[in-house]
């Protein structure tokens, strides 16, 4: 049985055992007019297999047959059948996460090899065992930043992901970190003349991310040079993995954070994910999480360690980089494996394809009277559009049409209302991006 409710009688023991009378009891510090007296207005009672259909017919009511134009942090891409089942076998789904990690072998081989992948992918030496996911990465890597420089005061390229941004402010409440924000340009990019009048020798980090969240991609050797002119830190975040294949890796950064979720993990409603940091060697004691490491038994033979464990699981809590309390192990994996299918070729292939389609998408919808690009520079899945009416307005009008629209920049970016952020992937069709474009100048031709 899935389900095993507790029968009365055991519930009468649990709550003599605890020392309260009634279910009451155990509420009494809730308000009364707080408490629910009413029963819940569900349907049923239902058996298991009614349940069971139950919620099989409100999925298939969800999003079956649409296509999907939103991006912004969290990508549609191709999933392999072989990846789902490996990560899905007994030896990998029940020990994830390594706790005796050396009686582990298999799983932290798979966690060396992802290391591996990201270090190739990322041009930096080390890479850890993988965090929550980009936006906690990208935190923790100011963190990391902030701990090598010794100094508190961050500069944030306003084009960075304003969802990582709020979790940086999230965490600099209460940590000593000054955060400010870095303007763009006219063409969408960090703004480095700005950012050259507000580094001071204070700054511990800069923090920029490319391709950025208007889809546009940075340059990176200004940035660096800027920032370390004054003895900062380069942090770089990167949250579509797939630009990768075919973009130069950000090898003058000091830091990489990097979102995983486009190797073969779903868009899932957000998650779980798997975030991972990435460095030059030299900086590894402060590397937050957790490394693997290989190395040789007493007889020679191969085997993996945990080499690096910084966390307050396994030092003392004063000397902990993070208090981060796990890696996204099995998310992780299913990146090891995706990436280990693909091969360079094949991440190489899906980037092109990306590319290529989203330049396509652009081309048609700049035949749409009224539409017209934001910003004027290379981009990789993602660009910026202007319309001459509310972008929720037509998103609500194609989603009859079993499409979701673009994202709505107007809520982050008050200067940039009526502008959206259009995405296309390897997985969007030629003749569904003609269909998009089609129905979104119908629904301008629609009257107000």
Do not use: W
Request: charged share 20%.
């Amino acid at each position: 049985m899935r389900y095993l409710p507790k029968s009365p009688i055991e519930r009468q023991e649990m709550l003599a055992a605890i020392g309260a009378k009634s279910m009451d009891d155990l509420f009494s510090s809730i308000p009364e007019r707080y408490r629910l007296r009413d029963a819940l207005k569900i349907p049923g009672p239902y058996s298991e297999a009614e349940i069971i259909q139950y919620f099989k017919d409100r999925a298939a009511e969800n999003s079956s047959g649409y296509v999907r134009f939103l991006g912004a942090g969290v990508y549609n891409h191709l999933q392999s059948v072989v990846t789902d089942t490996i990560i899905q076998r007994g030896e990998f789904l029940t020990s994830y996460t390594p706790y005796q990690a050396e009686i582990s072998q298999g799983t932290l081989q798979a966690i060396f090899e992802f290391q591996t992948l990201m270090c190739q992918l990322t041009g930096q030496d080390v890479a850890n065992a993988s965090m929550y996911d980009g936006s906690t990465a990208t935190t923790e890597a100011v963190l990391m930043a902030e701990r090598l420089t010794g100094r508190q005061r961050v500069l944030v390229a306003r084009s960075v992901h304003p969802e990582y941004r709020d979790v940086l402010r999230t965490y600099a409440k209460n940590s000593g970190l000054r955060i400010e924000e870095i303007p763009f340009t006219a063409s969408g990019t960090a703004d480095v003349k700005a950012l050259q009048g507000a580094l001071k020798d204070d700054v511990a980090a800069v923090v920029v991310q490319s391709p950025n969240f208007f889809g546009v991609i940075e340059t990176y050797a200004p940035l660096a040079e800027a920032a370390h002119a004054s003895g900062a830190m380069l942090v770089v975040a990167v949250a579509e993995g797939v630009s990768l294949g075919l973009l130069r890796p950000p090898a003058e950064a000091d830091i990489v954070a990097l979102e995983a979720q486009s190797f073969g993990l779903p868009p899932s409603y957000g998650g779980p994910f798997a975030g991972v940091i990435a460095a030059r060697e030299k900086y590894v004691r402060q590397m937050p999480g957790r490394l693997a490491g290989q190395t040789t038994d007493s007889e020679g033979r191969r085997g993996f360690v945990l080499t690096l464990a910084t966390r307050e699981q396994h030092i003392r809590r004063e000397k902990a980089t993070s208090n981060i309390c796990t890696n996204q192990a099995l998310c992780a994996l299913a990146a090891t494996v995706h990436l280990t299918l693909l091969g360079k070729e094949g991440l190489r292939e899906m980037a092109e394809q990306n590319l290529s389609k989203a330049q396509f998408a652009l081309g048609e919808f700049l035949e749409i009277p009224g539409v017209r690009r934001t910003f004027d520079a290379p981009f990789f899945n993602e660009f910026v559009i202007e319309l001459p009416r509310s972008v929720r307005i037509v998103n609500s009008q194609i989603l009859r049409e079993k499409m979701i629209g673009p994202l709505p920049l107007g809520p982050f970016y008050p200067e940039l209302t009526k502008h959206a952020v259009v995405c296309v992937t390897e997985t969007t069709p030629r003749a569904e991006i003609e269909r998009f474009a089609g129905a979104v100048k119908r629904a301008l031709e629609q009257p107000i």
